[in-house]
């Protein structure tokens, strides 16, 4: 369990510290906007580079893509760089208190329970892992769109 936006902030670096670590081959990030994550730090970054070295995959959904724009131009950089391992999705539910807030990989889950107050758990047990993954994949197949493209071409 944690509680606090330090709390949380942590549990995003270490996820992402694991993650390049080991390789992980899959991961699912979720928010109504990541406006409050910890995307633009500089650590957070070249965690994500050194994850992306290694070949996985990302799959990221959100509400709005606009926060992440204005407030982590570092991550909107290393997105457009890695484009190839990304697939970003806007999610369709008009209700955004039931978006999951979350960072999930099939080792190792955070999830905030009250974004509000930044209170949440972070679990590598099956029993956490595996419910929450079958509500992202859930939430991609049937309540998400392509969205928030790398480059826009133009004619």
Not at 23 to 40: K, L, T, Y
Not at 94 to 109: E, F
Not at 121 to 130: G, L, N, P, T
Not at 140 to 145: D, F, K, L, M, Q
């Amino acid at each position: 369990r944690f509680e606090g936006r330090a709390a949380f902030d942590g549990q995003v670096l270490h996820f992402l510290q694991q993650a390049a670590a080991q390789g992980w081959s899959q991961i699912i990030v979720a928010d109504a906007d990541f406006a409050d994550w910890p995307w633009g730090s500089a650590a957070a970054v070249e965690l994500l580079h050194q994850w992306a070295r290694h070949g996985g995959q990302m799959t990221v959904l959100a509400y709005r893509f606009e926060s992440l724009v204005q407030r982590h131009p570092r991550w909107v950089q290393w997105r457009k760089t890695w484009d190839h391992r990304l697939q970003c999705r806007r999610l369709l539910s008009r209700d955004v208190s039931q978006v999951p807030s979350a960072l999930w990989s099939p080792h190792w889950a955070v999830q905030r329970i009250d974004v509000a107050r930044c209170v949440g758990v972070a679990s590598a047990e099956r029993s956490a892992i595996v419910p929450l993954g079958e509500q992202l994949q859930e939430w991609i197949r049937s309540a998400s769109t392509p969205a928030f493209a790398a480059t826009v071409l133009g004619l």
